[in-house]
């Protein structure tokens, strides 16, 4: 055997070696992605039951989440601020969904019923014109040409069976 025999075998070995790991890294880069993934989901998923948490120790977010779809021009000046707050809160959480979704992060599923449920409330669509800017704008573009244009009269997640579904359009503040 040559010395030029002995450098093929090596070139070939070394190449084999190179395709070895590059399945390697494939993996493990598929591997990370779906961790992370994972970890996104979890987080937007935690936050979400936080605010759930958050409104079922206590009665007063809602008593005022209920005033609001009552009469919300009963609210006062604290349940206003407080119930601006809620808003912001719920919307920051669809926000970074979005966000995490159009970074192929997570999925989205049931985020855009679940959007369509605050936006029915009149309340909700009311500070959505007011507090739009406060969010990234992909995601205010998304929420004023998907979602408000199509917007039907529903119940809310969390009056379930209170009020019967129609499908007569609402009036939208943003067009």
């Known amino acids: 055997m040559t010395l030029s025999d002995l450098g093929d075998i090596g070139d070939f070995v070394g ?12 993996r493990q880069i598929r ?22 948490i958050a409104g079922i120790q206590n009665p007063e977010i809602v008593a005022i989440m209920a005033k609001s779809i009552e009469d919300s021009a009963s609210l006062t000046t604290a349940e206003r601020i407080r119930f601006n707050l809620l808003c912001a ?3 920051e959480s669809f926000d970074q969904s979005y966000q995490a979704q159009a970074a192929g992060l997570a999925d989205g599923y049931g985020n855009e019923n679940l959007l369509r449920s605050y936006l029915s409330q009149e309340a909700v669509r009311q500070w959505w014109s007011e507090g739009r800017d ?41 067009e």
């Open 15 to 26: 190449g084999i070696a190179v395709i070895v790991t590059l399945i390697y890294l494939a």
């Open 89 to 91: 809160a719920v919307f």
């Open 31 to 52: 591997e990370s992605t779906k961790v992370a993934r994972l970890q996104t989901l979890q987080t937007i998923k935690s936050a979400a039951l936080q605010l759930r």
């Open 134 to 174: 406060l969010f990234h704008p992909d995601f205010v573009s998304h929420v004023d040409k998907a979602v408000l244009p199509g917007l039907k009269e529903t119940s809310t997640h969390w009056q379930a069976g209170s009020n019967p579904p129609s499908n007569k359009p609402m009036k939208t503040d943003v």
